[in-house]
């Protein structure tokens, strides 16, 4: 079975992401994409724009000291330009550790990534890792 597009570009994306390649991750993105993070951390809220959200990246690369990982696990796609992914999160941020499934709600308009909502499976852990 064929893989939607949508499916793809998702898939595309994680890959970018997981070997720090920002140029091929930003060409994924529209200029004026959003990505939402839940919770009340300082990394919390509405990044918007393609370069606000690929500093987020980097800043999260940093704030971890590199130890981030995420192992995509599955992608879901609806057909109408929406997508899911979940994903395992894994990193060590000071004395602190994190492990944890998530997931992102993708929004695709022309082929490009235009909107993320990111869900975590526990939202006061997350927090408290990146407090």
């Known amino acids: 079975m064929a893989e939607h597009p949508d499916s793809a570009l998702v898939r595309r ?50 704030e971890t000291n590199g130890t981030m990982q995420v192992q995509l696990e599955t992608v879901l796609a609806d057909g109408r330009g929406h997508a899911m992914s979940v994903h395992l999160f894994r990193a060590d941020r000071g004395n602190r550790g994190l492990e944890e499934r998530a997931g992102l709600f993708f929004t695709i308009v022309g082929g490009k990534i235009s909107d993320i909502d990111e869900c975590t499976q526990d939202i006061d852990e997350t927090d408290a890792f990146w407090s």
């Open 13 to 62: 994306s994680y890959e970018a992401f997981s070997k720090g390649d920002m140029e091929t991750l930003g060409s994924l993105m529209t200029a004026d994409v959003v990505h939402h993070i839940p919770g009340n951390n300082p990394i919390s809220g509405h990044h918007k724009g393609r370069d606000a959200v690929l500093g987020l990246y980097r800043r999260l690369d940093e």
